[in-house]
């Protein structure tokens, strides 16, 4: 069975960017108008999300979206090749990886050190961080990526991170527990509202 990759970038901008329309996921992923329809379809018969008279997507479970996205994104880890590599997360690392799971948590301060987390890199960059190998470093999980989240990506204290969705998904990808979770759930959820925000007074 083909891991969800697909289904992922439908779940990321759903969860960053609503409301938003099929036509922009579309265009945004570069997938076709009738796949992005039938996952749209699918979230929309569980409740998930909705669509607005203007054919926005709006999601009305934030919380049962990532728990679906966590199974997807099981799947999808399961079936690619970690490396553990020891890196120390300064400059140069900066535009070679995207921070995710618990390795992101650091960069929002809720732990004392981003050990154990995932770092995503490209085929592009991986060479470059085979040369930032460091035994005194961080152990973290590197997987190779999509490039899409590089295009798509945010910056979050100095470094980048694929989508705040990403984020939680691969939180209970980590076996996160609940109440650190639901934590971290409300921070994100309060910065998507204040990214929004700042966006519209922008273009008042």
Known sequence: MKPPTSREKVYSLLFDHSPI???????????NYKYVFQVVRTLRRENYI???????????????????????????????????????????LRDLVLFSGNSALWLLGKVISPAGGILY????TFEGLLELKDPEGYPFKVYIYDDFYFKIRKELNGYYIPSWGMILADMLVQGTYTRFFDDVFETIVSTIKGE?????????
């Open 21 to 31: 329309s099929i036509p922009e996921i579309s265009r945004v992923t570069g997938m």
């Open 50 to 92: 909705t669509k607005t008279p203007s054919g926005k997507l709006v999601v009305l479970d934030r919380k049962g979206l990532i728990f679906r996205w966590a199974k997807d994104k099981e799947i999808i880890l399961n079936s690619l090749s970690p490396v553990t590599m020891k890196l120390i997360p300064d400059y140069d």
């Open 121 to 124: 890199t490209s085929e592009k």
């Open 196 to 204: 929004k925000d700042e966006k519209a007074q922008t273009f008042r």
